[in-house]
């Protein structure tokens, strides 16, 4: 018995240099995900925004968010610093001091979920309680399912699900893309409320394809610009800025359905460099590298049951 | 077979008192924590959303726990029968390791009284590391009161039972070699995915497979620290034959690893960042000169006769193996936001808690079960 046991550790050794071989992370690369068929999102063009805060009032009117006091001194009004589990969206203002050349000083950006075509949060939840819609790609949050592990938090590379720390039954907040209201027929309660069409609401591929029309645009001549939802019927005449020529969440880590256009580089308005293969697809090679399915632990259960049983009847 | 013994003798020693006050102290904050939620009394906050409570009390933790996982790999697999002194005390600090860790889980979820989830075929999410994890985890704690379940029998004298456990105890033991194998690489997996907010010395395809090799490295020396420890404790002779004998093989695994290690950073190209002086980098050397260290003293097989220094070749792998867990979860993890991290005393108190009401449970089990092995007058 003595030598069937050392092939049997011997294969179990060929196989672990194998799963080693397998688990390098170039070939560990899963393949990218498609866009949902009816993929909705939103387009938001930081030449276009006037740091308002209409959108944020009307995503608290929509979500039934209180106000938060970022600056305790002076409670007067709504003035979240940061997202928060009080504050689904939210209009930043980044720029460099004593500039007010928005091209060289400073520029808005609007920070809510992208709804990632790969969801790291959705991948990561061990009770599908982040779960991404197949048909809109919308990411939505079931509390009845969640455990409160926060591992979302941890994986999501744009840091955008926040947690009720001050409760004792807490929930985990992000943004759903008003789902409530698109099962309704609307649309999303920032776009909606946006004065100016910087934050565009539509589907994916419309969002796409305007976000080139733009890049495409003469700085400093007149065009027109859909207002609140691509596919309705209000248009501004707006004098086209000088954009950086990317489109943000276009491709980074496998691309998103919420879009950015800026004048700046996006990395100066706190959108992180990212690459274009989601740390999903490569953690998900990985785990079905090692288990293809359970087939291998279960293979390796055999094994060291086989072994053991040999040894123990042995004793006796 | 190997004959075991109850020490014996008083538990309410001052030792065990003191940890029973630490308890005391951590079981008020815990009333605090749940009745006005975790941030009343942590300083996780969103950019970090898990702290010591994880970091320490699951990712270090059950690695501390390994023991019983580490000396089952040797007894059952490679059929060192040899060892099996060893078996007991290593599956009990193993048992309280894990179910600890099991406990601290249910402190830091949020919605723990949902914890039952995990286990419901329908919300279960195959592709989530988090869902393997804590499966394992659970599973494992079972198996590992299972495997200690002799030991409880045989105080009680219930022999019948005992048989027949005995008789299915090899799937336990299997499973107890399987399930580590996977929840600790896994461990290492989970922080793939916080992708660029990890620091490069610590985001790495190879986190699994160093996740593992640690796993092992630290409960061997659990095993060599713990032994070490209790026989002077006990004022029983230390189990040098045996204890050097293990320790021959830590000189390889740490080889290995420290190799993979090192040049997993070098072809990233990110080995510069170690010697720019900030703190990841004097971390980052830090951690792999504790197991380099470890390495050169267990090489020389004079030195692994010596109980001084093989006591300090195996703090120095404790040290360098948790400290490598931990950098990876906390230290260096950074959400880029400006959002900063440090245990609140509280926070730092439910941990001591935990730690205190193992050390409360092994001093007494040892005492009233036969977990130890039975001196024989020389």
């Not at chain 1, 809109?136 to 399912?145: D, P, Q, R, S």
């Not at chain 1, 776009?191 to 890049?215: H, I, M, N, Q, Y």
């Not at chain 2, 395809?205 to 060599?224: E, N, R």
């Not at chain 2, 404790?318 to 609140?344: A, H, K």
């Amino acid at each position: 018995m003595k030598i069937r046991r050392r092939d049997f550790l011997k294969g179990v050794a060929a196989s672990t240099l194998l799963l080693a071989a397998e688990q390098s992370p170039v070939q560990a690369k899963g393949a990218r995900k498609e866009l949902p068929p009816n993929a909705v999102g939103i387009l938001y063009d930081s030449t276009l925004c006037i740091g308002c805060k209409v959108c944020e009032y009307a995503c608290k009117q929509a979500n039934n968010k209180p106000v938060e006091h970022g600056s305790p001194s002076e409670p007067m009004w709504d003035d979240p610093q940061d997202l928060s589990a009080k504050t689904l969206n939210i209009i930043k203002r980044y720029g460099v001091e004593g500039q007010k050349d928005s091209a060289a000083g400073f520029a808005f950006v609007k920070r809510h979920c992208m709804h990632c075509i790969d969801p790291a949060c959705v991948s990561a939840c061990p009770v599908s309680a982040l779960v991404k819609n197949s048909d809109n790609g919308v990411v939505t949050y079931n509390k009845k399912a969640c455990i409160g592990c926060r591992y979302c938090q941890v994986a999501c590379p744009y840091n955008i699900p926040k947690f009720e720390w001050d409760s004792p039954f807490p929930e985990i907040v992000k943004c759903q893309l008003c789902s409530h209201l698109l099962a309704k027929g609307g649309i999303s309660a920032c776009c909606a409320a946006c004065p100016t069409g910087a934050s565009l609401f539509g589907p994916v591929e419309k969002l796409r394809a305007e976000a080139k029309r733009r890049l495409a645009m003469q700085p400093g001549e007149y065009y027109d610009f859909p207002v609140a939802d691509i596919n309705g019927t209000e248009v501004q005449q707006h004098r086209a800025g000088g954009y950086v020529s990317h489109v943000y969440g276009e491709r980074e880590l496998g691309g998103s359905q919420v879009l950015y256009l800026a004048g700046v580089p996006f990395t100066s308005i706190g959108l992180p460099d990212l690459p274009e293969d989601s740390y999903v697809a490569l953690a998900d090679g990985i785990q079905y590298a090692i288990y293809k399915g359970m087939v291998y632990p279960l293979v390796v259960l055999g094994g060291l049951i086989y072994i053991i049983r040999n040894r123990e009847d042995k004793k006796e | 077979m190997q004959e075991r013994q109850a020490l014996g003798g008083k538990v309410l020693t001052v030792p065990f008192k003191v940890c029973a006050a630490i308890v005391l102290i951590a079981l008020f904050f815990l009333g605090k924590r749940f009745i006005f939620g975790i941030g009343s009394v942590t300083n996780m906050n969103d950019g970090y959303p898990w702290g010591i409570w994880i970091a320490y009390d699951v990712v270090v933790g059950t690695a501390l726990a390994c023991a019983g996982y580490s000396i089952a790999l040797i007894v059952y697999v490679f059929n060192k029968g040899e060892y099996s002194p060893l078996v007991r005390p290593a599956l009990m600090t193993s048992m309280f390791g894990y179910t600890l860790a099991g406990v601290s889980v249910i402190f830091d979820i949020g919605r723990y009284w949902q914890a039952y989830n995990i286990f419901l075929p329908w919300l279960s999410n195959l592709h989530s590391v988090m869902f393997e994890v804590a499966l394992c985890i659970g599973t494992y704690i079972l198996v590992l009161w299972m495997e200690f379940a002799p030991t409880m029998l045989e105080k009680f004298k219930a022999d019948k039972l005992k048989a027949r456990l005995n008789r299915i105890i090899f799937v336990f033991i299997a499973l107890g070699i399987l399930l580590p194998t996977m929840h600790q690489s896994s461990l290492g997996t989970m922080m793939l995915m916080a992708g660029h907010k990890l620091s490069p010395l610590w985001w790495s395809g190879f986190l699994p497979l160093l996740f593992l090799i640690t796993a092992v490295v630290i409960g061997y020396a659990a095993i060599i620290f713990e032994s070490l420890i209790a026989s002077v404790a006990f004022k029983r002779p230390m189990e040098m034959h045996l204890l050097s004998k293990i320790s021959a093989l830590m000189p390889w695994l740490l080889g290995i690893y420290l190799v993979i290690r090192i040049e997993d950073v070098n072809l990233r190209g990110y080995l510069p960042l170690a010697f720019e002086g900030g703190l990841l980098g004097n971390l980052f050397l830090l951690e792999n000169l504790l197991l380099l260290s470890a390495l050169l003293i267990l090489a020389y097989p004079s030195n692994r006769r010596n109980p001084q220094l093989l006591f300090i070749a195996s703090c120095a792998m404790l040290l360098g193996g948790s400290m490598y867990r931990f950098n990876t979860y906390i230290v260096g993890f950074d959400p880029g936001t400006g959002w900063q991290y440090f245990p609140s005393v509280p926070e730092l108190f439910i941990t001591f808690g935990i730690i205190a009401a193992e050390v409360m449970a092994y001093l007494w089990f040892v005492k009233t079960l036969p977990v130890l092995p039975k001196l024989t007058k020389a």
